[in-house]
């Protein structure tokens, strides 16, 4: 059963599209979990191999996963430090599921010709075979078999993994999440793929899309638990069996596929999320896929993974996840929401910003900024305040805990204030990396110091010789700190958020 104790409505930061010019930067966490991105295929008029690897490089994104094999892109790719999986698409599975020599032939020419200047680290082989292409089923494993010992003679088993993504179709009932398990229809199959798993060393692979399950529940799930924005721990999921509570659809699917191993007795298989995303734009039926809700989806995701918090079950477990996805695809088949899953347009041009940074450890003690001020435009108007407000609170990860009720900076009826603290706070952690002072033009620079008692802005050179005090003071690069902070921001907001509507 379900347990819903669900607010709806309840307010949540929405979202600036246009204000950061920021460009993203996809790190890898330094206790493991990463964030990559999919690069798709079924576009008319792709971006070049080159151009593709470019805006990889400026992203700062380490971790690609291609659904083909594409050989420029292989080659360009090559000499970047970027990890590559490389996919075995669905219409090629038959071949290489049928003979061990086309499988060999396949490593040979995609893989071991191009490692290592090209790093390729993981194989994804087919995609959602069993709900998608059930008729290819039976040459899953033999597919990953053959290609495992195609690696093996090619002496490539050690650094490149083979798997298969699944969807979370395969979980027949994933709530609660500790008593799912995987369609009983595929029984057979599953036991020999996770046993594969198991021998191998290699990841379960999952797409864990939110977007669909949130669009077929049909209301049953709050949007909120979609976009990782449970603010109110008592609108939370709970599971009944392990009193576990899932403020996010995300860790859901994630650790239902964990206890569907478990019910087939394997544990210590982790689980990689291969592709999650948002659509950004829909036709008529699909009010779900906008901008505001890609942006805070991805947002959230990232800043989800990059936390290492793991999930619910497994909080020792990081889940390292593929965004889905750096281009649109104009040319997939279905609704429009289909075809608008990028944060691109195929001419690079960006449709929505991404930060992809955990903006908690950026360094905000820039002494090139020192005197320097990003506030308020006072004259703007309040409701465009606002949204700049919680759009910096929100995704662009400013530090808002000192204009908290309680806190040195909260002023209950000065938005000009409060959104001043949390503008100079974001360019003083961004501005470095490309942030900017400008807040969907609500935002002005000045050299002079808004800090007043013990309320101290980033910057300050202090009225009285100290060097910034709280506000500027050195950031811990503790992980330990880190997460407290990403954790205090998320509950922080929504009581921020609810004390200014009623200005
Ligand atoms: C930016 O400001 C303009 C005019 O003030 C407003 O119409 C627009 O909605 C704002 N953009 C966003 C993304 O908030
Ligand atoms: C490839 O990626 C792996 C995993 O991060 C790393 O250990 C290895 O050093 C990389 N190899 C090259 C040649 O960059
Ligand atoms: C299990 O898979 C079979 C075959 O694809 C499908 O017909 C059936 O509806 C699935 N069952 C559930 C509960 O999803
Ligand atoms: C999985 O592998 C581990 C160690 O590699 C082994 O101890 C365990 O028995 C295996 N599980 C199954 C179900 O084969
Ligand atoms: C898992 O192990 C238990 C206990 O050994 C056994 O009873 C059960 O049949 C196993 N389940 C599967 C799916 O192999
Ligand atoms: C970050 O991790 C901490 C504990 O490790 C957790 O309490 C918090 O909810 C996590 N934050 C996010 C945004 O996942
Ligand atoms: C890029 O493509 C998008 C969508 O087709 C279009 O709106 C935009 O104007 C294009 N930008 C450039 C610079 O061509
Ligand atoms: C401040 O906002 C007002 C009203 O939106 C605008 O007219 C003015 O140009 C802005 N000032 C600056 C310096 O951007
Ligand atoms: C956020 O700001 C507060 C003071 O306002 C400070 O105590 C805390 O350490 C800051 N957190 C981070 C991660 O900088
Ligand atoms: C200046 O000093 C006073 C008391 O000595 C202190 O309360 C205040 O916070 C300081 N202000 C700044 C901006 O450092």
């Known amino acids: 059963m379900r347990s819903w104790m669900l607010e709806h409505g309840s307010m949540w930061p929405m979202s600036l599209k246009t204000v950061v010019i920021l460009l993203t930067l996809m790190v890898r966490n330094v206790s493991g979990s990463f964030v990559g991105i999919n690069v798709g295929t079924d576009i008319s008029k792709p971006p070049s191999a080159s151009d593709i690897v470019s805006i990889l490089k400026e992203k700062k994104i380490q971790h690609v996963r291609l ?72 040459v899953l494993i033999p597919a990953l078999q053959f290609l495992q010992s195609a690696l093996l003679a090619a002496n490539l088993n050690t650094q490149v993994k083979i798997s298969s993504p699944h969807s979370t179709d395969m979980i027949s009932k994933p709530f609660p999440p500790s008593t799912a398990t995987f369609n009983s229809t595929w029984s057979s199959i599953m036991s020999q793929y996770l046993q594969f798993l198991n021998n191998t060393g290699s990841s379960f692979m999952l797409n864990a899309q939110p977007y669909y399950d949130y669009v077929k529940g049909q209301g049953v799930f709050p949007l909120e638990y979609a976009l990782f924005r449970s603010l109110n721990p008592d609108s939370q999921i709970s599971d009944p069996n392990t009193n576990l509570f899932y403020s996010n659809m995300f860790d859901a699917m ?21 592709a999650s995303g948002w659509p950004w734009n829909g036709g008529q039926n699909e009010k779900a896929a906008n901008v505001d809700n890609a942006l805070a989806y991805n947002t959230n995701l990232i800043r989800h993974v990059l936390n290492n918090s793991g999930t619910p079950s497994q909080p020792n477990n990081q889940v390292s996840t593929y965004i889905f996805e750096l281009f649109n695809e104009d040319l997939r088949s279905g609704p429009v929401s289909e075809k608008n899953w990028g944060i691109m347009f195929p001419n690079a041009t960006t449709v929505y910003s991404i930060t992809f940074e955990d903006m908690a450890t950026a360094n905000i003690d820039s002494p090139a900024l020192r005197g320097t001020f990003c506030v308020a435009n006072s004259s703007a108007p309040h409701s465009a305040l606002k949204q700049s407000l919680d759009w910096a609170c929100g995704p662009g990860s400013a530090n808002c805990s000192a204009i908290q009720p309680g806190k040195p900076c909260y002023k209950s009826d000065d938005i000009v204030a409060v959104a001043s603290y949390a503008f100079n706070d974001y360019y003083h952690r961004t501005q470095a990396s490309g942030g900017t002072c400008n807040f969907n033009s609500t935002a002005i620079v000045t050299s002079t110091d808004p800090s007043h008692g013990s309320c101290i802005f980033a910057g300050s050179t202090g009225s009285n010789g100290s060097s910034g005090g709280a506000a500027s003071g050195p950031v811990s690069q503790d992980n330990f700190a880190t997460q407290i902070q990403s954790c205090l921001l998320i509950h922080l907001i929504g009581t921020l958020v609810l004390i200014l509507v009623f200005l």
């Open 67 to 138: 659904l083909d094999s594409d050989h420029q892109m292989l080659t360009a790719l090559a000499n970047t430090g970027i990890e590559v999986m490389v996919g075995v698409p669905n219409d090629q599975l038959l071949r290489v599921g049928q003979s061990r020599s086309t499988a060999a032939d396949w490593i040979n020419k995609n893989v071991a010709a191009y490692i290592p200047a090209t790093n390729i680290t993981y194989i994804a082989v087919g995609n959602e075979v069993l709900t998608t292409v059930p008729n290819a089923a039976l």
């Open 254 to 274: 994630v650790d239902a596929t964990y206890s569907s191993m478990q019910a087939m007795n394997f544990s210590g298989i982790p689980v990689m999320v291969t």
